[in-house]
């Protein structure tokens, strides 16, 4: 079956810092790899995804990504945190089984906190 | 450009009232879906639609019911409303998963039943 775990319910970093909010997966067959950010009372937004090739992956608002096939990981990063980004962000997971139809497993999320 | 629209943003039920959850998406996209956040939970997909006349269960049906007429609406109907229902809804479309096309997603409709 597949899965997603974010290990952390909440990060907090101070502005101007690096940040990295950790995801870890479990599919059969290759991952496609997603994270979205929802802000408060808002929907989901995409920010970036794996799908093959490269495995650091440069998504929007200066958000990156790195896919690790042998830790099964795809922890987001960012090297200078705004106050902005505060936010909830979730990991999400697909492979392409025999259905097609790719659907989509999120981790339970991870709430960003950065201060001033 | 609209995206994917809900409505309502906002509605209370009594505890056995129905109702249904509008979703329209203005992008053309085949894939069409519907989730349920609740806190901690992360999002479970209640239903979904490969294109017009087509749809599945997701992993939590249900309670619920969805028909897929058009390419551009997928409404989501809650029978005899309980207060486990009480979430927040969101609706998505996608061009297509086969290459890992992202979801867009609608503002939500926060749903309680009392």
């Known amino acids: 079956a597949q899965s997603v775990a974010q290990p952390e319910d909440q990060v907090n970093v101070a502005e101007g810092n690096p940040l990295t909010v950790k995801c870890t997966y479990s599919?059969?067959?290759?991952?496609?790899l997603f994270w979205y950010v929802q802000y408060p009372n808002r929907g989901l937004q995409f920010l970036l995804k794996?799908?093959?090739?490269?495995?650091l992956v440069k998504g929007s608002y200066g958000f990156e990504a790195e896919f690790n096939k042998s830790q099964t990981s795809f922890h987001l990063k960012k090297p200078s945190a705004l106050v902005s980004d505060s936010a909830l962000y979730f990991c999400?997971?697909?492979?392409?089984?025999?259905?097609?139809?790719?659907?989509?497993?999120f981790g339970q999320g991870t709430t960003l906190q950065v201060k001033p | 450009n609209a995206g994917v629209t809900q409505t309502p943003k906002f509605r209370i039920l009594k505890i056995g009232q129905s109702m249904t959850l509008q979703c329209t998406q203005d992008?053309?996209?085949?894939?069409m879906y519907w989730y349920r956040q609740d806190p901690g939970m992360g999002l479970k997909l209640i239903y979904y639609?490969?294109?017009?006349?087509?749809?599945d269960k997701g992993e939590v049906p249900n309670g619920y019911n969805v028909s897929r007429s058009t390419t551009e609406d997928f409404p989501l109907r809650l029978e005899l409303a309980a207060p486990s229902q009480t979430s927040v809804y969101f609706c998505?479309?996608?061009?297509?998963?086969?290459?890992?096309?992202?979801?867009?997603f609608g503002p939500g409709t926060r749903l309680t039943v009392t």
């Open positions: 992008m053309n996209h085949n894939y």
């Open positions: 999400a997971v697909t492979s392409l089984g025999s259905s097609n139809t790719g659907k989509l497993i």
């Open positions: 794996y799908i093959t090739g490269d495995n």
């Open positions: 639609s490969v294109g017009a006349g087509i749809t």
């Open positions: 599919v059969s067959g290759n991952p496609y």
């Open positions: 998505a479309s996608s061009y297509s998963m086969r290459q890992g096309r992202e979801q867009y």
